[in-house]
């Protein structure tokens, strides 16, 4: 959840399936392999062989499931069948609880935790042809019930797929999907490197990119996909490609914002950075500024000239209590601090700051020390844009008075002690970032380099599951409050951005009917069978 930063606030194909595979090929194939394993089961009663289909140590020795899905896997061959666990093991208890958040939380069959793009993609093939339900999870952040979980189906984790390694130049870090961005910045520190990557230390890689990647570096190199020179994708006929600029050109585009459609990466390229040091921090004034502080973020969107700026303000209410409103600023310096453009804000008196001169790792976990797990939560996204000062300011207002209008109705239904944080913030995105990813070869978001950007975010946590629905509808009304008076001011903008969306919003038709439709027409062409769009429920779709 790219918004989600309250806690600064407060202070090839295995089995010879053929790369241009005909549906008959692809059959004979899934039946050759059903064979291989049913005649080697005998071999493995009472004694494990060297194809063993389940290794003691793993949870798939004697494991029974009535699901169709963990029991093709499971019987799929040796490199399948270690990869498969059952609730009864370790991993699966590990790994089916390894969410952020409590909405999350669901009880899948089995766990299936491949070792290679080559092991998922025959696990693909063999749960497409068996038209098994699957989900898949990376850094398990995003907190909509089943977008990377599933109840009675294959969870497919991304822990085991560990590529970290850079080029010889340094210009390009591969990274696999199992990691999450802390862990990435920590490895890149010595080499006084960074990538357009996660501003939480805990946000996983994957997620983050495939939805288009807010980055503390994005007005330099403007989103995160962006800066993806390469992806290895496992197809949904199982076949495993590269994905550039020259190979597979549409798809290339597609995963520039388009999720999960199309298929599952299992490494990115990412261009590198040089950036040893950053000075940023959190800048927190008193509710007495808030008019102050709006002004400020309004006075920045409108002229984001520096490029080495990143800006992220929110808002935290509480029941009871003052009102604080915080910024994060980063700036892309090791020697310089206080730049000009953040000088609206830091001539606001503060109560607290802790900027400073510090590695990327050092704030990214700075930042991610106080994210709590085991909440309940939602995101809801929105924009409004504009040109001007008076715009930008105007849509701040609209935006910050209705949400704060409707809180008395939330804090009248839950009590205080179980609401963890309330939060309402921004991200301006203006020519600058645009531009560089027009340079870059553009992404399927469709924002228009004319206009300045104010994606916002909603964010409620909370204990007790009781309040769900509660919680659930609240910002549902809210959010279309929010909207409808946006529209009526002509500030109203339909991109959500899927880091921050909830599950009842629309994504794709805000990228623009251009845009929505050739994601679709590229879905089709890689996907003709619907894979990711039916057996993988989960996520966004573009249909």
């Known amino acids: 959840m790219y918004l989600y930063l309250a806690i600064a606030l407060l202070a090839s194909i295995p089995f010879a399936l053929l790369s241009t595979t005909t549906p008959g090929a692809e059959l004979i194939t899934a039946i050759t392999m059903r064979l291989t394993s049913a005649l080697a089961l005998p071999l493995a009663s009472g004694v494990l062989s060297s194809l063993s289909l389940a290794s003691a140590s793993s949870s798939s020795a004697g494991a029974k499931s009535d699901n169709v899905g963990c029991n093709t896997l499971h019987h799929g061959g040796s490199l399948l069948a270690d990869s498969v666990f059952f609730p009864e093991s370790t991993v699966y208890r590990n790994e089916s609880q390894n969410f952020w958040s409590n909405t999350e939380i669901m009880a899948p069959a089995c766990v299936f935790r491949p070792a290679s793009a080559q092991a998922l993609g025959e696990g693909i093939a ?19 019930r089943g977008s990377n979980n599933i109840d009675n189906g294959v969870l497919i984790v991304m822990s085991a797929l560990n590529t970290l390694e850079l080029n010889d130049d340094q210009s390009i870090l591969s990274v696999g999907p199992s990691y999450r961005w802390g862990d990435v910045y920590t490895w890149l520190e010595p080499y006084g490197l960074a990538v357009a990557g996660g501003r939480l230390a805990p946000v996983g890689v994957p997620g983050l990119l495939l939805a288009g990647g807010v980055n503390f570096y994005g007005n330099q190199v403007g989103f995160g996909c962006d800066t993806v020179v390469n992806y290895e994708v496992v197809l949904a006929d199982g076949s495993v490609v590269e994905v550039n600029k020259d190979s597979h050109p549409d798809l290339f585009w597609a995963l520039k914002g388009g ?34 502080f709006l002004k400020a973020i309004a006075t ?59 590695t990327l790792a050092e704030f990214s976990a700075e930042l991610g020390q106080m994210v709590t797990d085991g909440i309940n ?19 701040i207002s609209i935006i910050n008075s209705t949400f704060f209008s409707r809180l008395p109705e939330l804090y ?20 600058l970032w645009m531009d560089a990813s027009a ?34 509808k609240w910002v549902e009304e809210t959010t279309y409050a929010i909207n409808n008076a ?27 009917a251009e845009n929505h439709q050739r994601l679709v027409s590229i879905a089709q062409k890689y996907d003709p069978n619907a894979t990711f769009q039916t057996l993988m429920p989960g996520g966004f779709k573009v249909y």
Do not use: C
């Open 259 to 292: 999720s999960s459609n199309f298929g599952i990466v299992t490494r990115f390229d990412l261009q590198t950075i040089s950036s040893p040091k950053i000075w940023a921090g959190s800048y927190t004034v008193s509710e007495e500024y808030i008019d102050d």
């Open 377 to 395: 939560d939602v995101f809801v996204a929105g924009t409004v844009v504009g040109t001007t000062f008076d715009e930008l300011q105007r849509g």
């Open 300 to 358: 920045y969107a409108a002229d984001i000239s520096d490029p080495k700026t990143h800006l992220v303000p929110a808002l935290v209410p509480s029941p009871g209590s003052a009102t604080l409103a915080s910024a994060i600023l980063f700036y892309d310096s090791e020697d310089e601090e206080f730049p000009a453009a953040f000088k609206p804000f830091t001539d606001i008196p503060a109560v607290s700051s802790t900027l400073a001169f510090k």
């Open 439 to 472: 340079a870059a070869g553009g992404n399927a978001l469709g924002l228009d380099p004319s206009k300045v950007y104010l994606a916002y975010a909603e964010v409620v946590e909370w204990t007790g599951a009781q309040y769900d629905e509660t919680v659930m």
């Open 412 to 431: 009248a239904q839950i009590p205080a002690e179980n609401i963890s944080i309330i939060q309402l913030d921004w991200q301006p995105i203006g020519k």
């Open 126 to 144: 063999l749960l497409r042809l068996e038209n098994a339900q699957f989900a898949v999870r990376g850094g398990g952040h995003m907190g909509i």
């Open 486 to 512: 946006t529209q009526r001011e002509g500030l109203h903008d339909p991109f959500n951005y899927i880091g921050d969306a909830a599950g009842f919003q629309s994504i794709f038709p805000g990228y623009g």
